[in-house]
């Protein structure tokens, strides 16, 4: 069996991969560049620039007549059909 030898990019690629591991790790601990006072949830800094953002995303304020579990099994549909078609467009693309 043939050994693959890793090229000077490819180690290359893996050393700038664990600096940017460090980095990220050294970041979240030491939790820099959050604002003082702003205690957001993940992505929930994004949600409040929408009107009524909790109506949508909260589930206190979550006030739809369709059952929860529907709207979780279409949005998995959702997700096998998007695997299927970018799948299909790998396919047709090489």
């Given at each position: 069996m043939k050994k693959h030898k890793l090229s000077k990019w490819g180690i290359f690629g893996i050393v700038i991969f664990v600096?940017?591991?460090?980095?990220?790790?050294y970041i979240i601990i030491n939790h820099i560049g959050q604002v003082e006072g702003v205690l957001c949830g993940p992505g929930q800094y994004y949600y409040t620039d929408i009107p009524n953002?909790?109506?949508?995303?909260?589930?206190e304020y979550f006030t739809s007549k369709t059952p929860r579990?529907?709207?979780i099994i279409l949005f998995f549909i959702w997700g096998f059909i998007m695997f299927k078609v970018w799948t299909w467009l790998d396919k047709k693309i090489k």
């Open positions: 600096i940017i591991a460090i980095c990220t790790t953002w909790k109506d949508y995303f909260l589930k579990y529907i709207l």
